[in-house]
C-alpha cells in the first residue's frame, strides 16, 4: 500500500512484508535509505522494536510509525524509541506526504 501512495509522489520505495527482512535489507545497505516507515503491529518484530533495532545500525534515521491503535504507544515510548513520528491508520495520502516531507526538512535541519 506505502508503495502505491509513495511512487506516485516520486519518492523510491523499498519495501518489506516482514520486518525481519525488513532489518536485514537495512543492515546490509543503511546507507541506502533516507527514511523507514512501519506499522506497530507486525509478527516476529513489532515496529518499536524494528525502530530500536534500525537505529542500533544507524542512529540518525528518521522513522515514521503507522498504527490504528494510538493507545499502545506513546509519545514518550516513541522519543524513547527514536521514532519521529506517528500516522494513524487509516493511511491519508496527504497526511502521509506532509508527515514525510516534515520529517525529512527537520533532518536536513540538523
Known amino acids: 500500500m506505502m508503495q ?3 511512487s506516485p509522489l516520486g519518492y523510491q520505495v523499498e519495501y518489506r512484508i516482514n520486518s525481519v ?5 537495512f543492515q546490509d545497505h543503511p546507507e541506502l ?12 518484530m513489532t515496529g518499536d522494536e524494528l525502530a530500536k533495532a534500525l537505529i ?3 542512529p540518525d534515521i528518521p522513522i515514521i510509525l ?13 522519543a524513547a524509541v527514536g521514532i519521529r513520528e506517528l ?3 487509516p493511511v491519508i495520502k496527504n497526511e502521509l506526504a506532509k508527515v ?3 520529517v525529512l526538512d527537520d ?4
Open 4 to 6: 502505491e501512495l509513495l
Open 21 to 25: 527482512e525488513a532489518f536485514r535489507a
Open 33 to 44: 535509505f533516507d527514511l523507514v516507515i512501519t506499522d506497530l503491529d507486525m509478527p516476529d
Open 56 to 58: 542500533s545500525v544507524r
Open 66 to 78: 503507522c498504527t490504528g491503535f494510538s493507545e499502545i504507544i506513546t509519545k514518550e515510548k516513541m
Open 87 to 89: 500516522i494513524m491508520k
Open 100 to 102: 514525510i516531507r516534515r
Open 107 to 110: 533532518r536536513q535541519d540538523c
